[in-house]
């Protein structure tokens, strides 16, 4: 795999974001309120009743080879280096080994602000190439606040492509949960969880389609629209 395309496919989701904004208002706006009705967000981002309150641990100690994988992605999207079949079977074993609570720790490093963007990335890419032991830790960056950026309302600033960036990891685990419908897996809960959480109508409104499997058929009609 070239990560340079991942790295493309990160920047294209930025560039669609405020059409499929756009998209989520009309929709709203023309069907009768489906969506959960959003609520205040606690401290830690979970809500009580929540399905994706089970997914409370305090973060579990990464195990060094998930670390150095982390590493090796992050170094593949700064460069746009090309990983070796090699390198891919390592990721997709690394992936798949996580439990639940390696998950967890590394969706809160998805969320951190403190960490590099690029690393960030890599995070959410492997938890995207792992099994059911993930799919809890994706829901819950895709149902986490989008921050609130300053300067973020100029498109030319810093913060508008900070912004941006934010928007696009959660819609990435909205795709990356779509895509597992699709396979075939249940995951009602989840998508419940992130509307019941999410006060971003966007991401609102793809975590919907995302209960029927549509997310990705959308922003790829909306990628094409664009063209």
Do not use: C
Request: glycine share 6%; aromatic share 4%; net charge negative.
């Amino acid at each position: 795999m070239n990560w340079g395309p991942h790295k493309l496919k990160i920047f294209l989701v930025v560039s669609l974001v405020a059409l499929v904004g756009l998209a989520a208002f009309l929709f709203s706006h023309e069907t009768a309120p489906t969506l959960a009705p959003t609520v205040a967000e606690p401290a830690l981002g979970v809500l009580p009743s929540s399905p994706l309150a089970v997914v409370t641990p305090p973060p579990a100690a990464l195990r060094s080879e998930i670390r150095t994988t982390v590493e090796s992605i992050a170094h593949g999207l700064k460069t746009a280096a090309k990983a070796d079949e090699a390198q891919e079977a390592r990721v997709k074993e690394i992936a798949t080994s996580l439990s639940a609570e390696e998950a967890h720790s590394l969706a809160l490093h998805v969320i951190s602000r403190e960490t590099d963007a690029e690393e960030r990335s890599a995070t959410l890419y492997l938890l995207t190439q792992g099994g059911k032991s993930t799919n809890q830790a994706i829901a819950k960056i895709a149902a986490s606040p989008t921050p609130q950026i300053p300067n973020s309302e100029d498109a030319h600033s810093v913060g508008a492509l900070q912004s941006s960036f934010e928007s696009s990891l959660r819609v990435t685990a909205i795709e990356a949960l779509d895509q597992r419908v699709v396979n075939g897996e249940d995951l009602k809960a989840e998508f419940d969880g992130i509307q019941q959480q999410q006060t971003d109508p966007t991401l609102q409104f793809l975590a919907q389609l995302g209960r029927q499997g549509k997310t990705g058929k959308f922003m790829e009609a909306m990628l094409k629209a664009r063209k």
